[in-house]
C-alpha cells in the first residue's frame, strides 16, 4: 500500500480526511491505508482504503468544479435497472464526497493490455454487451437531453484544438465551411436516432472485471443523457484507449444488435442501416476526441492523452474513408497529419 502523504499541503484531502474520520467507526475504515486510487480527465480524483474485510473508494468532487449530485441519482437509475454500480455508502455533497462500495481494482483496459486469450476477452465483451443492453432500458427520469446543440458544441473542439492548435493548421474559409456542413450532417443523422440513457464513455477504462460476476462493474456515469442509441455502442467498439480491428468491431455490433432487438430496443431491424447509423455516431464521438484529447495536453498539459491519437485518427479515418459524403474531411485529415491523399472503395 501507499498510504497518501503531505496531506498538510492538500486542503481538500485534510477535509476528506476529517470527513472520514467521522464515518471511521460505522464503516471500519483503516485511516493509515488512505491510497490514490485513479483520477479522470476532470477534477476528480479516487482514493481506496481498508474497511473490515475489504476495501472502499472514495470520490472527491471538489465543488463548484464537480457535483456530486447527478453521480448519485445516475447511480440509482442504473441500480434500479440491475446494473452492477456503486453503491452509495456515505455522502456530503455540500464538500464534494462519497463514500463508495469497490467494485474492483482492473478495468479491461489494464485487463486487455495484460494480455487476455481469446475465451476470456469475449467473455468480458460480451458481459458489457448484456449490461449495455440492460442499461439502455434504464429510467431517464431527471435526465437531460443529448440534443443538436449539445453534439454540435462537442465538435467544435475539432477545429479548434486539433486542427489549428495540435496540428498548427490555419483552415480556409472552404475548409471551416466544409467542417460546419460536415457536422450538420452528421448531427442531424444521429439525433435522428431513437434515444436511451447514454452513459458517455462506456468504454475500458470505465468496465471493471468483477470476478464474482461477468456482468461488469460499471463507473464514471456521472455525465449520463438522454441520446442516441448508439452512441454507447459506438463508444464500447471504437474505444479511444484500445484498438480493434473491424471483423472484431462488427462481431460485437451485431451481437449488440440482436440482443437489442430481442430485448425490444428501438435499433433499427436492418443491421446495414443500424452499422451505417453507429458508425457515423462513432464518427461523431471520435471527432470530438481527437479536439479534447489535444486540449488536454495543450491546455491542461495532461500529455499522456497524446498517445491515443493515432489511434482515434485510425477510427475517424476508417469510417469517414467509407462513405464518400466525407471525402472532403477526408482531404482535410490527409493536410492535417501530412498523409497522401487516400482512396478506395466508398458507399
Same mark, same amino acid.
Given at each position: 500500500?501507499?498510504?497518501?502523504?503531505?496531506?498538510?499541503?492538500?486542503?481538500?484531502?485534510?477535509?476528506?480526511?476529517?470527513?472520514?474520520?467521522?464515518?471511521?467507526?460505522?464503516?471500519?475504515?483503516?485511516?493509515?491505508?488512505?491510497? +490514490?486510487? *485513479?483520477?479522470?480527465?476532470?477534477?476528480?480524483?479516487?482514493?481506496? !482504503?481498508?474497511?473490515?474485510?475489504?476495501?472502499?473508494?472514495?470520490?472527491?468532487?471538489?465543488?463548484?468544479?464537480?457535483?456530486?449530485?447527478?453521480?448519485?441519482?445516475?447511480?440509482?437509475? $442504473?441500480?434500479?435497472?440491475?446494473?452492477?454500480?456503486?453503491?452509495?455508502?456515505?455522502?456530503?455533497?455540500?464538500?464534494?464526497?462519497? $463514500?463508495? *462500495?469497490?467494485?474492483?481494482?482492473?478495468?479491461? @483496459?489494464?485487463?486487455?493490455?495484460?494480455?487476455?486469450?481469446?475465451?476470456?476477452?469475449?467473455? !468480458? @465483451?460480451?458481459?458489457?454487451?448484456?449490461?449495455?443492453?440492460?442499461?439502455?432500458?434504464?429510467?431517464?427520469?431527471?435526465?437531460?437531453?443529448?440534443?443538436?446543440?449539445?453534439?454540435?458544441?462537442?465538435?467544435?473542439?475539432?477545429?479548434?484544438?486539433? &486542427?489549428?492548435?495540435?496540428?498548427?493548421?490555419?483552415?480556409?474559409?472552404?475548409?471551416?465551411?466544409?467542417?460546419?456542413?460536415?457536422?450538420?450532417?452528421?448531427?442531424?443523422?444521429?439525433?435522428?436516432? +431513437? *434515444?436511451? $440513457?447514454?452513459?458517455?464513455?462506456?468504454?475500458?477504462?470505465? !468496465? /471493471?472485471?468483477?470476478?464474482?460476476?461477468?456482468?461488469?462493474?460499471?463507473?464514471?456515469?456521472?455525465?449520463?443523457?438522454?441520446?442516441?442509441?448508439?452512441?454507447?455502442?459506438?463508444?464500447?467498439?471504437?474505444?479511444?484507449?484500445?484498438?480493434?480491428?473491424?471483423?472484431?468491431?462488427?462481431?460485437?455490433?451485431?451481437?449488440?444488435?440482436?440482443? &437489442?432487438?430481442?430485448?425490444?430496443?428501438?435499433?433499427?431491424?436492418?443491421?446495414?442501416?443500424?452499422?451505417?447509423?453507429?458508425?457515423?455516431?462513432?464518427?461523431?464521438?471520435?471527432?470530438?476526441?481527437?479536439?479534447?484529447?489535444?486540449?488536454? *495536453?495543450?491546455?491542461?498539459?495532461?500529455?499522456?492523452?497524446?498517445?491515443?491519437?493515432?489511434?482515434?485518427?485510425?477510427?475517424?479515418?476508417?469510417?469517414?474513408?467509407?462513405?464518400?459524403?466525407?471525402?472532403?474531411?477526408?482531404? /482535410? /485529415?490527409?493536410? /492535417?497529419?501530412?498523409?497522401?491523399?487516400?482512396?478506395?472503395?466508398?458507399?
Amino acid at each position: 500500500m501507499n498510504p497518501v502523504t503531505n496531506l498538510s499541503t492538500d486542503t481538500r484531502l485534510l477535509a476528506l480526511q476529517q470527513w472520514l474520520n467521522g464515518l471511521a467507526g460505522q464503516h471500519e475504515l483503516d485511516m493509515s491505508t488512505l491510497e +490514490p486510487a *485513479s483520477s479522470d480527465a476532470s477534477f476528480r480524483r479516487y482514493f481506496r !482504503l481498508q474497511a473490515g474485510h475489504g476495501t472502499v473508494i472514495v470520490m472527491d468532487a471538489p465543488p463548484p468544479h464537480e457535483d456530486c449530485g447527478p453521480f448519485v441519482h445516475v447511480t440509482r437509475l $442504473l441500480a434500479e435497472a440491475g446494473l452492477n454500480v456503486p453503491t452509495v455508502l456515505a455522502q456530503n455533497q455540500s464538500d464534494g464526497f462519497l $463514500l463508495l *462500495s469497490d467494485l474492483g481494482r482492473v478495468t479491461f @483496459y489494464q485487463a486487455v493490455q495484460a494480455g487476455l486469450d481469446d475465451a476470456s476477452l469475449q467473455t !468480458l @465483451y460480451r458481459g458489457a454487451l448484456g449490461a449495455l443492453v440492460r442499461m439502455q432500458q434504464a429510467s431517464t427520469q431527471g435526465l437531460h437531453a443529448f440534443d443538436a446543440t449539445r453534439l454540435m458544441e462537442e465538435l467544435s473542439v475539432f477545429p479548434e484544438w486539433y &486542427a489549428q492548435t495540435h496540428c498548427n493548421a490555419a483552415l480556409t474559409d472552404a475548409e471551416q465551411t466544409m467542417l460546419r456542413d460536415t457536422f450538420a450532417m452528421l448531427v442531424a443523422d444521429n439525433i435522428g436516432q +431513437p *434515444s436511451v $440513457l447514454v452513459h458517455r464513455d462506456f468504454h475500458s477504462p470505465n !468496465l /471493471l472485471v468483477d470476478q464474482n460476476t461477468e456482468q461488469p462493474g460499471i463507473i464514471d456515469y456521472q455525465d449520463a443523457l438522454i441520446g442516441p442509441i448508439t452512441y454507447d455502442i459506438a463508444s464500447l467498439v471504437m474505444d479511444a484507449r484500445t484498438s480493434w480491428e473491424e471483423p472484431q468491431q462488427l462481431d460485437w455490433a451485431i451481437r449488440y444488435w440482436e440482443t &437489442a432487438r430481442a430485448q425490444g430496443l428501438p435499433v433499427s431491424p436492418d443491421f446495414a442501416a443500424f452499422h451505417r447509423a453507429y458508425e457515423w455516431m462513432s464518427l461523431q464521438r471520435n471527432l470530438r476526441i481527437l479536439g479534447v484529447f489535444a486540449r488536454l *495536453s495543450h491546455r491542461d498539459s495532461k500529455h499522456h492523452y497524446l498517445d491515443h491519437i493515432p489511434r482515434v485518427s485510425a477510427y475517424v479515418r476508417q469510417v469517414a474513408s467509407r462513405y464518400g459524403v466525407f471525402r472532403p474531411l477526408m482531404r /482535410l /485529415l490527409d493536410k /492535417l497529419e501530412g498523409r497522401q491523399t487516400a482512396t478506395g472503395f466508398t458507399f
